[in-house]
């Protein structure tokens, strides 16, 4: 065998297999298989642009002369997902280490990826229906339904984390005579910490957003104040409200991501 | 003289291939000995069997005294013997994040109560401790810089003074230069020789090449697809006998030969050449 001389290397890569095809045929076959049940009608936009029109002018202006109450139920908000989130990270730290494949048998790392599983599948708004009815309406249920979900979140992706890790620091602290709980103090968490803090900052960043609409089914925040105006048809408050969530969280984005790129 | 190392008919095979066939040695406190052999002779199996990171298929390790490993069951008391052993790697195994101290205060673990190592707090005088290993290495200067901005050399200088204030009684060194330029090389088995002479540590280091075995260590046992070819005085390694023991693939050993500065010695590198051709 021969090495092929440079001209014998053609410049265009070898054709896209047979499987990539496939896979474009597959994607456009689930688009269409979706359309009706998703009840398409991408028409109608266009005939109801002028209902729409009508509908949008009511937005403004805006109305902000309540803005004192909107800006302290948003705080409210705030609040609540800063619990909601400080009680997950305190959960996830145990169930993600749990859920590891690289750091306990499969006994322990398969029924807490499931239970965190269960934690994911439902969303936050449920958990905060059932926990009204549990510790009544308020904030606080809303905290209790960013705790199980989140924790759920953070618990596989602290997880991830921690399978991503190199092993050899690991080894390097085993090889001294240090424990398992000390392996996994020295060793991997310096190794994940970074990445952990970020998807923390991210977990935050979104729970802010949820938390502005657990308020809709009672569990405190703006989302109460949110729900009252859309159902009593008053949109230029609606649109105060939207205005200062969106500020809020687009504030809070900012500055998470600042703190992000100097942990990295 | 006490014996540190005692391996009686180790074997171990892994899914590819036999990687220790029926390997016996004993090694003596104080010695400093070279575990020479082309890559996937089974050194770094061996090695890793030593501080029980792997249990063998059959056949017993005992250090200082005290059973390592017996027929594939590893001891119960493990950390108790790697506390003893320090484990130097190839490629250098620190925890890039943490400081160069905090890497070096590792090696007290196995002696701080669980309730203060899992606090990470340590106190002056450990610290001291890890102060002077730094110095006796000569990088004291770095220690709180985290350990990833050091250079591969000062890395694996950091992990030996992570095995000084383990006090160490076996130092274990997996490769510890294959990653380093010659001088960082140099340095280090100089280190590991001083820490031979001086703390009277049993030094066991894999080595892929011949000339450091000869200029460091007494003894050389050589591995040949996972078997003991060779146990005796280094100075006995001549290039014809390396031939002999490992044929063709003396190659891999051969060309470290001839470029050695250490082994200055042309008609021994021609007749290696004859050798190998």
């Known amino acids: 065998m021969t090495k092929p001389t440079i001209r014998d290397v053609p410049l265009a890569p070898p054709p896209g297999n047979l499987s990539t095809t496939l896979a474009w045929g597959v994607l456009f076959i689930v688009l269409a298989w979706s359309w009706k049940g998703a009840d398409m009608r991408p028409l109608d936009l266009l005939k109801d642009s002028g209902n729409m029109g009508t509908f ?13 109450i909107y800006l302290e139920e948003m705080i409210i908000t705030v609040h609540i997902a800063v619990w909601g989130t400080a009680l997950s990270i305190i959960c996830a730290v145990p169930f993600g280490l749990m859920s590891a494949e690289n750091l306990v048998p499969s006994w322990v790392y398969q029924p807490v990826r499931r239970m965190m599983d269960a934690c994911r599948a439902i969303n936050e708004m449920v958990f905060a229906m059932l926990f009204i009815v549990a510790v009544g309406l308020g904030p606080f249920a809303g905290v209790l339904a960013l705790w199980i979900h989140t924790t759920g979140v953070l618990a596989k992706l602290f997880a991830e984390a921690v399978e991503a890790i190199d092993p050899r620091p690991v080894e390097g602290i085993r090889a001294t005579g240090a424990n398992a709980l000390e392996e996994i103090l020295y060793g991997v968490i310096p190794q994940v910490l970074p990445l952990w803090i970020s998807y923390t900052l991210y977990r935050f960043e979104s729970n802010v957003r949820s938390a502005s609409v657990l308020g809709i089914v009672g569990a405190g ?8 105006v859309i159902r009593g048809f008053e949109y230029a408050q609606t649109a105060a409200v939207l205005l200062i969530i969106i500020v809020s969280v687009t504030l809070i984005d900012l500055v998470s991501a600042r703190i992000r790129q100097l942990v990295i | 003289m006490t014996t540190a190392i005692v391996v009686d008919h180790l074997n171990k095979t892994f899914p590819c291939c036999k990687a220790l066939d029926d390997v016996s040695l004993s090694i003596d406190g104080g010695e400093m000995v070279a575990l020479i052999g082309a890559s996937g002779s089974g050194k770094s199996t061996l090695l890793r069997h030593l501080s029980g990171f792997i249990a063998a298929d059959s056949g017993t390790v005992t250090v200082l005294g005290r059973q390592m490993q017996d027929k594939g069951r590893l001891a119960p008391n493990i950390r108790r013997l790697r506390a003893e052993i320090g484990f130097v790697f190839q490629q250098f195994n620190l925890v890039n994040r943490l400081s160069v101290m905090t890497n070096v205060l590792v090696g007290l673990l196995y002696r701080t109560s669980l309730v203060r190592s899992l606090l990470m707090r340590f106190s002056i005088h450990e610290k001291q401790q890890a102060l002077e290993a730094l110095a006796a290495v000569g990088i004291q200067q770095f220690a709180w810089q985290r350990a990833a901005t050091l250079s591969g050399g000062q890395q694996q200088r950091a992990a030996l003074a992570r095995c000084i204030v383990q006090q160490a009684r076996i130092v274990l060194a997996d490769e510890p230069i294959a990653s380093l330029d010659p001088e960082s090389a140099r340095n280090v088995m100089e280190l590991l020789a001083q820490m031979n002479r001086e703390r009277g540590c049993t030094v066991v280091v894999s080595l892929h090449q011949v000339e450091f075995a000869i200029k460091y260590c007494p003894r050389t046992i050589a591995l040949h697809r996972g ?11 001549t290039p014809q006998l390396l031939g002999e023991l490992y044929g063709s693939d003396v190659e891999e050993l051969f060309d470290m030969l001839l470029d050695s500065p250490a082994l200055k010695m042309p008609a021994t590198a021609h007749s290696l050449q004859r050798v190998a051709v």
């Open chain 1, 56 to 68: 949008a002018r009511d937005f403004f202006p805006p109305d902000f002369r309540e803005w004192r």
């Open chain 1, 221 to 228: 925040g703006i989302g109460v104040i949110l729900h009252e």
């Open chain 2, 227 to 237: 078997q003991v070819v060779y146990d005796g005085p280094s100075s006995a390694l």
